[in-house]
Every structure is written in structure tokens, then in C-alpha cells.
């Protein structure tokens, strides 16, 4: 069988099934297999798969038609630009979440907690907690991407051992130098940090069997379930994070579309100050970030 045809095949097979994006998902899958480009692709289609990639490459379209996201088939996720390692023991980074490290990294920039500080503060340390980290992709691009990331001290916190390994993977993967912790939210987090990063869970406990298949039976539960009213997190970290956060620190949250309001209502009612909701490209609120400037702290 030539490329091409093994290409077009894997797309009918995956179509068949229901999968939405099966030309994109059955090209993926021959890249990751075979390891040419598109040029060679078009260029040379009647080049002969070998046996064992024919095997190989229907062996994963055969999973894909069972709903097994292609990121666990393939092993990695492009996220801010960089090669992330996924599995199932992590969340998958998405897209929405790049709104978060954007507006992120404009508030690294331009170091809010050091208005008052006549100093020259180009070089002080910049203390950054990833709360619920996962795979790491929020913390290791912001470490990455930073405008002095060599005065970044980044540490990603989880619950879960398991996303940890990942999260350690794609550090030494990107290397970059930061440190995990597996901890119960805050209960092993010491010290106060210039800002506190998270993407929660969100999703209402009644709400995840109405996921897509691909989300509700294949990303961890646990980074899914955000409880009765999908606000759990949201509380106890907001709540928490004013004990480790340095004057004019920064507490930014990845949110769903209609939990703009109440995390907002939240932190201001928590003290912190230029609250706002910034939306996704999608034009969906996905962005709550607000400092936390208690006079007299």
C-alpha cells in the first residue's frame, strides 16, 4: 500500500467511526508513523509503506476509532509553541489555555509587585506557583517565554504523583529547571510567590458524562471535576493563595466561559483589586486574573 493510499484509507476508516476530524487525525497519525513531511507526501505518494508501518498505522487508527484522543497515540501536544509530553494521566493542553500564559506574561513584564521599589528589580527573582500544574504546560511555558526567564523560580504543585512524572518529563524535555510538589493545594507550599497560576478543575460534577468522549473517558478525572457547582477550586484557592502571595501579587485563573462573574465576585470579596476577565480567541471569557493589594500587608 503507498502513502497515499494508506492515508486515505485510515481518513474513510475514521470517518466511518464519527470521528469529526478524521482527515487531520488520519494524517497526524502517518506523520507520527512514517515521519515524512507534507512535501514528501505530495510530492512522493506512491512511495510503499513498509509492512510493519502499515501495521503500525492502522493498529492506531483502529484506536482512534474508539475515541482514544490522538494526543495519547502519539505521545506529545504542541502548546505556545513548544512539544509537550502527554498521557492519561494528564489533561491534554488546549488552546483556550494560552489565553492564560498570555495574559500571564504580560503581568511578568511588567512586575506589578515592583511599583513601589525604587530599586533596580530587573534581575530580583520572580517566585511562580502553578497550582494543579499537570502536565507542566502553563508553568514551563511561562518559564520558558519570559522576558528574564533566568530570574524565574517556578514550582508546580498537584495533587497527583502520576502527572508529576509527566510534569518532570517535559521539564528536563524543555530544559528547563523548575521544581514539583505533590501536595493537597496548598498544604505543602511554603513561602509567598509574586504570582499564583491555575487551571482548576471547573466542570460541574452533573455536567462531565456530557463531555465528549474523548475528555470523559480519557483525561483524568480528577483534573476534570470541579464539584456541585464547578466552583470548588476556585474558593479554596483563592482563599489560601492570600497567604502566599507577596503585596501586589498576581492570582490568575483559567475559567469556563460562564464563570466569569462568580470567580470575580470571589476575589474581590477576597481583597484582591483590578479584577478582570479576559476572553479567549473564540471571543468566550476565559481569563480572571486580579492583585492582591491589601493595604497595610
Not at 475559567?255 to 480567541?281: E, P
Amino acid at each position: 500500500m503507498t502513502i497515499k493510499e494508506a492515508c486515505r484509507e485510515g481518513e474513510r476508516c475514521l470517518r466511518a467511526a464519527g470521528i469529526e476530524e478524521a482527515a487531520l487525525d488520519a494524517w497526524y497519525l502517518l506523520e507520527f508513523v512514517t515521519g515524512i513531511s507534507r512535501a514528501v507526501y505530495f510530492a512522493d505518494g506512491s512511495r510503499l509503506m513498509d509492512e510493519e508501518q502499515e501495521k503500525t498505522y492502522f493498529s492506531l487508527i483502529d484506536k482512534r476509532k474508539t475515541r482514544i484522543p490522538l494526543q495519547h497515540l502519539t505521545g506529545v501536544q504542541e502548546f505556545m509553541g513548544l512539544e509537550f509530553r502527554v498521557n492519561e494521566h494528564v489533561l491534554i493542553p488546549r488552546q483556550d489555555t494560552e489565553t492564560l500564559v498570555e495574559a500571564a506574561l504580560d503581568y511578568l513584564n511588567k512586575k506589578p509587585w515592583n511599583q513601589d521599589n525604587s530599586e533596580n528589580v530587573a534581575f530580583q527573582e520572580q517566585r511562580i506557583l502553578d497550582m494543579c500544574t499537570g502536565s507542566g504546560c502553563i508553568l514551563l511555558s511561562l518559564m520558558r517565554l519570559a522576558q528574564n526567564p533566568e530570574t524565574i523560580r517556578g514550582i508546580g504543585a498537584d495533587l497527583s504523583g502520576e502527572a508529576l512524572k509527566v510534569a518532570e518529563t517535559n521539564a528536563g524535555h524543555l530544559g528547563v529547571a523548575a521544581d514539583f510538589v505533590q501536595t493537597d493545594l496548598f498544604e505543602k507550599i511554603e513561602g509567598k510567590f509574586h504570582m499564583i497560576i491555575s487551571n482548576p478543575p471547573y466542570i460541574r460534577t452533573d455536567e462531565i458524562e456530557m463531555l465528549e468522549t474523548e475528555v470523559k473517558n480519557h483525561d483524568p478525572r480528577m483534573a476534570l471535576d470541579g464539584k456541585e457547582d464547578g466552583l470548588y477550586f476556585y474558593r479554596k484557592i483563592v482563599d489560601e493563595s492570600r497567604r502566599h502571595l507577596v503585596k501586589s501579587g498576581i492570582l490568575l485563573f483559567e475559567i469556563g466561559c460562564s464563570q466569569g462573574k462568580d470567580v470575580s465576585r470571589m476575589m474581590k470579596l477576597a481583597g484582591f483589586t483590578d479584577v478582570a476577565v479576559k476572553k479567549d480567541l473564540a471571543g468566550l471569557d476565559r481569563v480572571v486574573s486580579g492583585v492582591y493589594d491589601v493595604k497595610g500587608e
